[in-house]
């Protein structure tokens, strides 16, 4: 090289593999060459050394050194001519830079988000770690039949038609609509044919497609007071304003006006376990059809219900209710599924599966196909039944644990013996928030109840999930839980 030397050149390359040792050597090499073009080591029309000279020089493979140069080349810093080399172009390109007006801002690429955007992610509720003692909400995927569930799934591989791997039209595969049509008819007394059944990926595609459907921005939803942080997070991106509407022992209460949703989980509420009575629910459809409201039943997890019956879907209660069912195999089954169902009037039915394909390109027909023989051959009901008393023992274990180490008065008031998790009720002026952080920094996953409210009004408490976690397994957590309550209580008087 005639105005940048290899020793200069060898000393910027070993700078950037020590500063990126996991950059592709070749992209080291051109970024190092790029920027002596720019700063005028390598002026204008300079000769490039040979690849193979360049190569044995700097102690690099010579295909490392012509990937540079080739990269060189297409991006217009260099240009070859046969039989001479390698040259620098005559007209360097400039880097773009970018207008003072755009320029990233203090704060760095949060400064450049969407005001709904920027909600979302300040007031965000995931959490990284999303297995382990007292996880909520999360089933024992250890327990699912899988090979069963794979047999099935490979052998429909084989089998069924190319189309079966494409995207899924239609809402889904029809064979699993019919399968569930049965399904919910027969164990959640709702009133559907296959043809008002939707297959989503996943709760929150779910709500967010109802969203888009039958919603506009700056349309109102009645949400519960707690209430899941995930349909909230949904609701608020999509430009719908939240109505908190409290929650007691007989569910969510329905004052005023009914807006133009109403989002519920009557079965079995979530955070706090109380199942809306039939008087709320006959309020809730009376508001709902006299004041045009689309009522949305997140039924998330009622198969798992431990004493007397199941209770029956709200949108089975009256004919032609303005009601959409919304269910999930995350549960039942596992959350990596990402597979959900809505059950919709029939007079919005296409609309929804027209919506669906055009907005999401829906795919997983194989495993649709899959589950519906799953549940055909009674494979389906007969996990849940055996989940319903696995999990049943585990809750009744757990609750001896609160009572043998923190007496009476620590569960939750509202509780209803269902579900995958329960509420341990804190005194007031405890910080949740705090103590779900000191109990997580010793590898234990629970959940702060205050973060479920919109409102100032808070409840503290701790929501722990028992599901996952297998009896042997929770003496040793459950032990850390209550060495942290008891050392941030203090002074704070103790439930009795």
């Keep these: 090289m005639r105005s940048i030397s290899v020793d200069l050149l060898e000393q910027k390359l070993s700078a950037e593999r020590l500063a990126r040792p996991d950059a592709p050597l070749n992209r080291l090499v051109y970024e190092c060459l790029r920027a002596a073009i720019h700063d005028g080591s390598l002026p204008a029309a300079t000769r490039l050394p040979p690849s193979r000279d360049l190569a044995v020089q700097l102690g690099l493979s010579r295909n490392t050194v012509m990937h540079a140069y080739e990269q060189l080349m297409a991006e217009g810093y260099a ?26 801002q203090k704060g760095g690429a949060a400064a450049r988000l969407s005001r709904r955007g920027r909600k979302v992610v300040q007031d965000a509720l995931a959490q990284t770690r999303q297995w382990g003692a007292f996880m909520p909400g999360v089933p024992d995927i250890t327990q699912v039949p899988h090979r069963k569930l794979a047999q099935i799934t490979a052998r429909l591989e084989r089998s069924l038609p ?33 043809g008002q059944i939707v297959v989503t990926e996943g709760v929150h595609q ?36 939240l109505k908190p ?47 045009g409201t689309w009522v949305v039943e997140d039924d998330y997890d009622s198969e798992f219900r431990f004493s007397g019956q199941p209770i029956p879907s709200l949108q089975g209660l009256l004919p032609d209710a303005p009601v959409i069912y919304v269910g999930t195999f995350s549960k039942t089954l596992y959350p990596g599924l990402r ?92 910080d949740d928030v705090a103590l779900t952080e000191a109990i997580g920094e010793q590898g234990v996953l629970v959940r702060p109840l205050s973060r479920y409210y919109l409102g100032k009004k808070r409840s503290s408490g701790l929501l722990l999930g028992f599901a996952s976690v297998p009896q042997e397994q929770m003496l040793a957590p459950f032990e850390v839980v209550v060495r942290c309550i008891r050392g941030a209580l203090g002074g704070i008087a103790i439930p009795t």
């Design 206 to 241: 779910a709500i967010d497609l109802i969203t888009r459907v039958l919603g506009d921005p700056g349309d109102t939803a009645w949400v519960e007071e707690p209430g899941y942080w995930g349909t909230r997070s949904v609701l608020a991106i999509n430009g719908i304003r």
């Design 79 to 104: 240009r070859g001519l046969t039989g001479s080399g390698t040259y620098v172009a005559e007209r360097i390109p400039e880097l773009p830079v970018l207008p003072t007006s755009v320029r990233p």
């Design 162 to 194: 190319p189309a079966t791997l494409s995207y899924a039209a239609g809402g889904g595969h029809p064979a699993l609509h019919h399968s569930l049509a049965v399904y919910l008819r027969q164990a959640r007394s709702v009133v559907c044919e296959p």
């Design 339 to 430: 597979i959900a169902y809505m059950v919709v009037p029939p007079s919005v039915a296409a609309a929804f599966r027209t919506a669906q394909s055009e907005l999401y390109r829906g795919g997983h027909m194989l495993m649709h196909a899959a589950l519906a023989e799953f549940i055909d051959t009674g494979l389906y009901a007969a996990h849940i039944r055996k989940m319903r008393l696995v999990y049943a023992a585990r809750r009744a274990f757990l609750i001896g644990l609160v009572l043998q180490w923190l007496g009476p008065g620590w569960v939750h008031e509202y509780d209803t013996g269902a579900g995958l998790h329960l509420v341990l009720s804190l005194p007031d002026g405890c």
């Design 245 to 291: 509407m409290p929650v007691d022992a007989e569910g969510m209460r329905a004052t005023g006006t009914a807006p133009r949703f109403a989002f519920v989980t009557p079965s079995h509420q979530y955070p706090l376990g109380a199942v809306m009575s039939m008087a709320r629910r006959l309020d809730l459809l009376g508001h709902a059809s006299r004041d």
